[in-house]
């Protein structure tokens, strides 16, 4: 069963959660497997795309935020594009668009940073956005602060942690075709955001970034987390090996329904406006050489179909054809 749990360690600015996904994680590389003309993940992308929905899994369950987190990678080597999307239920899904071959032994730079121009994007994007309203997006390089390539996930979330959030954040990642799983423990910030004292209290806790020693301390001990005990390794078993000296507080776990959970937000819907989108000239020229429109959604295999009667529904419904938009999800 997928599992989150949260944790604080007691008396000090330190807090924790550990993400274990199984079966969201197994219906997202089953529904690839079985939906997707392209057939399942070479195996460096199978585990790429499990850190990656492990880490949104993380950063969703730490900043309670009321909308979608969206964790993507534009690469500019064989894997084009990884998506892990998370809502606030904790309902989850992911897709990477693949071109070109990938060898079996691939690294994140080989995968998606070959001409060093690969990019990691967080977006937020709330649940009740206003019409016009942009979502927030921060956008990281896949280097680090000598310019060298990262190979690690983790370590380019790192970064983007420090940098938009001024916190001392450790990830642990991994995944295989059963497991998706993350540890993140994080510096908290200092209390007090009141007007005046905000400013103090922002540059003190920026004075705190990499010399706070409770931090330093359970972050050495989080490092030492291997790839094989935090996917085989059930979540008492980790806390008590790598806490054991340290006070834990845990926090009740979410799993079931109020768990991570494979879920897909497409619709016929959706696929209609993405259709109203393309404009009626374009759509008639798709239903004169096919005799109808078919979209696949690349997260859950959904097919939508629309023959000549749905379509000439589409654009009778709106009357002129709205701004452009190629967006399916
Ligand atoms: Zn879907």
């Avoid at 969201?24 to 993940?41: D, H, M, N, Q």
């Avoid at 896949?142 to 420090?162: I, T």
Wanted: aromatic share 6%; net charge negative.
């Amino acid at each position: 069963m997928s599992e989150i749990h949260k944790f604080l360690f007691e008396g000090l600015p330190v807090r924790g959660v550990l993400v274990r996904l199984t079966d969201a994680w197994t219906e997202i590389l089953g529904r690839r497997a079985s939906a997707s003309k392209a057939g399942a993940y070479p195996l460096p992308v199978q585990n790429l795309l499990g850190e990656m929905v492990a880490a949104a899994t993380l950063m969703q369950a730490n900043i309670k935020f009321n909308g979608a987190l969206i964790l993507q990678i534009f690469g500019d080597g064989p894997v084009k594009l990884a998506v892990a999307e998370v809502q606030p239920d904790f309902g989850l899904r992911a897709t990477a668009t693949l071109i070109g071959d990938i060898a079996p032994q691939a690294s994140l730079s080989e995968l998606v940073n070959v001409g060093n121009e690969g990019k990691c994007a967080i977006t937020l994007d709330p649940k009740s956005r206003l019409p016009g309203q942009q979502p927030y997006q921060g956008v990281v390089p896949l280097f680090g602060d000598q310019r060298e390539k990262l190979d690690k996930l983790s370590e380019v979330l790192e970064h983007y942690m420090l940098q938009s959030e001024q916190l001392d954040t450790t990830l642990v990642l991994a995944a295989d075709d059963k497991v998706a799983a993350g540890l993140l423990i994080q510096r908290l910030p200092l209390e007090g955001t009141g007007n005046l004292e905000g400013s103090r209290v922002s540059q003190r806790n920026e004075d705190e970034i990499g010399v706070n020693e409770d931090y330093k301390r359970i972050a050495m001990l989080a490092s030492s987390l291997k790839r094989e005990e935090l996917l085989t390794l059930d979540v008492d078993t980790i806390l008590r090996r790598l806490f054991w000296e340290e006070s834990v507080i845990r926090f009740e776990p979410l799993s079931g329904a109020d768990g991570p959970h494979f879920s897909c937000t497409c619709g016929r819907e959706r696929v209609s406006r993405m259709i109203q989108g393309l404009g009626e000239p374009e759509a008639h020229s798709i239903l004169a050489e096919r005799g109808e429109i078919e979209v696949g959604c690349d997260f859950c295999g959904a097919q939508y179909h629309f023959d000549p009667i749905d379509v000439a529904q589409i654009f009778r419904k709106t009357g002129d054809v709205p701004p452009a938009s190629s967006a399916v999800q």
